[in-house]
Each structure stands twice: as structure tokens, then as C-alpha cells.
């Protein structure tokens, strides 16, 4: 039984730039969350997504978006990369309303800006 | 506005030793409590889910305690390990999302 993939595992970009990370969820699970974790701190919210749609989002701006596909895999895009956005990116899965569900992790995207 | 805090930041004990880490949560309308475990450049595991309902949940040498009332939460690890070794975060459960406290990085001296 599959976990949840991410990849790409690490990722260098540059200022300005754009970037996609990509998640896939635990076999069966339908709802994909995204969270950003800086060096020595918690994962932060970003967005949820279900049945293709953003359900809730956390406190980043427009730069970062996503997309949900009909397998339930998802998307994190963000552009105009900043410095700031140096972090451990996270996904995780569970199964329908998250409030009932344990959420289950991938390993996470590590992204460099330079 | 949510806030989980965990203390302490860092804890250092001998292998063997019975220890509690601590979470305390200022949401009294939390859903649940998770506890995960997060190895260096790693992802998280889940070690433990306490529903608002329950009072505690176990897991083989490790047991979680909710105290809503008091917006608390405690991970009692019993005979540590080495490999018991990592960063543990607690978070509070909302309708979609985790609020997570930025753990506590547990060092087990063989």
C-alpha cells in the first residue's frame, strides 16, 4: 500500500522564478492538504484540496496556487520565487472531511532559493 | 487566533527513562490532537490522533493524553529508546487544517 509521494525530493531555484511540486495521496484518500515548514519551526497551512476544489486556505499570498486532478493527485505552484521561501514542502492526504481523519505525510520537497 | 505551544523546545535523557513531552493549545473547540514523530530532512509520521471526545489514546510504549478543559495535551513515552530519537509535534485539528506547535527535539544517550 502506497504512501504519499512527493517529488521532486529537492529542488535549487533562483529568485523570480517558478516552481511545481507535485503530490501523490495514500491509495484511497481523496483530499490533499499543502504545508510550508521553515528550518526549525512547525508546518504552516497553505491549502486543502477536495474534489478538485480549494477548500480552505492558510495566510499566503497568490503567489502560491494548486491544482487538484480527477485521480486526486495535486499541484503546488509558486511563482516569483522569493528568498523567503526556502522551506520543507509538505503534503499530506486523508480520507474526506480531515477533522475526523488522521492525515498521513509524504517526505516532503526541500526547496532552495538562491 | 490558534496557537499550539510545546515545551520544552529541546530534552536530552538517558536511554531507559519514563519522559512527557508537553502541548498546550489555546482552540477549546479543536476536533482532535495528533502527535507526530519527524526525523532530520524527513516527513511526518503520525504517532498518535486523540478525537475531542477521548481522554487518551495508546500505542505501544507511548500514550497521549487531551485535557480540552485545560487546552493541554501530553506524550508519555515509557522506557526510552535510542531510536526513540527525533522531533515530536503535537497538532490541533480544525475542520481542514493542522496547527502545529514547533516541536520538541528528543535526544536519547545510549
Known amino acids: 500500500d502506497a504512501g504519499v509521494t512527493q517529488s521532486p525530493t529537492h529542488l535549487i531555484k533562483t529568485r523570480g522564478q517558478q516552481v511545481t511540486l507535485r503530490c501523490s495521496p495514500k491509495?484511497?484518500?481523496?483530499?490533499v492538504s499543502w504545508y510550508q515548514q521553515a528550518l526549525g519551526q512547525g508546518p504552516q497551512f497553505i491549502f486543502q484540496?477536495?474534489?478538485?476544489?480549494?477548500?480552505q486556505r492558510g495566510n499566503f499570498p497568490d503567489r502560491f496556487s494548486g491544482h487538484q486532478f480527477p485521480n486526486y493527485s495535486s499541484e503546488l505552484n509558486v511563482n516569483a520565487l522569493l528568498l523567503g521561501d526556502s522551506a520543507l514542502y509538505l503534503c499530506?492526504?486523508?480520507?474526506?472531511?480531515?477533522?475526523?481523519?488522521?492525515?498521513?505525510f509524504g517526505d516532503g520537497t526541500r526547496l532552495s532559493i538562491l | 487566533k490558534q496557537e499550539v505551544t510545546q515545551i520544552p523546545a529541546a530534552l536530552s535523557v538517558p536511554e531507559g527513562e519514563n519522559l512527557v513531552l508537553n502541548c498546550s493549545f489555546t482552540?477549546?473547540?479543536?476536533?482532535?490532537l495528533q502527535w507526530f514523530r519527524q526525523d532530520p530532512g524527513k516527513g511526518l509520521t503520525s504517532l498518535l490522533l486523540?478525537?475531542?471526545?477521548?481522554r487518551e489514546q495508546t500505542s505501544g510504549r507511548l500514550n497521549a493524553s487531551l485535557d480540552k478543559s485545560s487546552g493541554r495535551s501530553t506524550l508519555y513515552i515509557a522506557a526510552s529508546q535510542p531510536g526513540d530519537s527525533a522531533t515530536y509535534l503535537c497538532?490541533?485539528?480544525?475542520?481542514?487544517?493542522?496547527?502545529f506547535g514547533k516541536g520538541t527535539k528528543l535526544t536519547v544517550n545510549p
Open positions: 482552540d477549546s473547540a479543536i476536533y482532535n
Open positions: 499530506a492526504s486523508s480520507l474526506g472531511q480531515t477533522s475526523y481523519q488522521p492525515q498521513h
Open positions: 491509495s484511497g484518500h481523496d483530499t
Open positions: 484540496y477536495y474534489e478538485e476544489e480549494e477548500r
Open positions: 497538532a490541533e485539528g480544525g475542520s481542514e487544517k493542522l496547527v
Open positions: 486523540i478525537q475531542s471526545s477521548q
